[in-house]
């Protein structure tokens, strides 16, 4: 597991991300919660230069300028992984991801918009990054974000 953390650590630097502290929640609810072998993360925002990313797409924002949001959310759900694990290494397989775009509605890019982070999750994990995936246009999101996501990972035992 030592070897496996290292290794996943210098690929993120390999990659250039840094991940950041966590965001705490802007509501009722945890950022993650452990149960039956799998961690549920719920929705990250995305952050650059510590202010959220916002707008609509398809109106004020492109659909690259989204996408790169989107990736921004990943590395937001791996920074809220390793907080809840303590590194990434116990995850086994990421399952499920659920990525909400901010959308003009006659905007139906999104899934290149979320290909940002699914993208992210294969750099990072390989073929265990692979997953099962939604892309949905939304109205709004919460403090104006141009992209949110959430996530479903398998867990390998502690």
């Known amino acids: 597991a030592d070897s496996r953390q290292a290794g996943l650590a210098r690929l993120l630097v390999a990659l250039g991300i840094t991940l950041p502290r966590p965001a705490a929640p802007v509501a009722a609810y945890v950022p993650t919660v452990e149960t039956g072998g799998l961690l549920h993360v719920s929705g990250q925002l995305p952050f650059q230069d510590g202010q ?10 492109t659909p690259d300028y989204a ?6 959310c990943g590395i937001m759900l791996l920074a809220q992984i390793r907080q809840a694990l303590g590194s990434l290494d116990r995850v086994e397989r990421v399952v499920k991801l659920n990525v909400f ?10 899934p290149q918009v979320a290909n940002g982070v699914s993208e992210l999750m294969i750099e ?7 997953h099962a995936r939604a892309a949905v246009g939304v109205a709004a999101l919460p403090l104006g974000a141009v992209v949110e996501a959430d996530a479903i990972v398998a867990l390998r035992p502690a």
């Open 52 to 61: 959220v990313m916002t707008g609509r797409v398809g109106d004020e924002r």
């Open 101 to 110: 775009v901010n959308s003009d509605p006659k905007f139906t890019g999104q």
């Open 67 to 72: 996408q790169n949001a989107a990736r921004q």
């Open 124 to 130: 990072v994990f390989g073929e265990a990054g692979r």
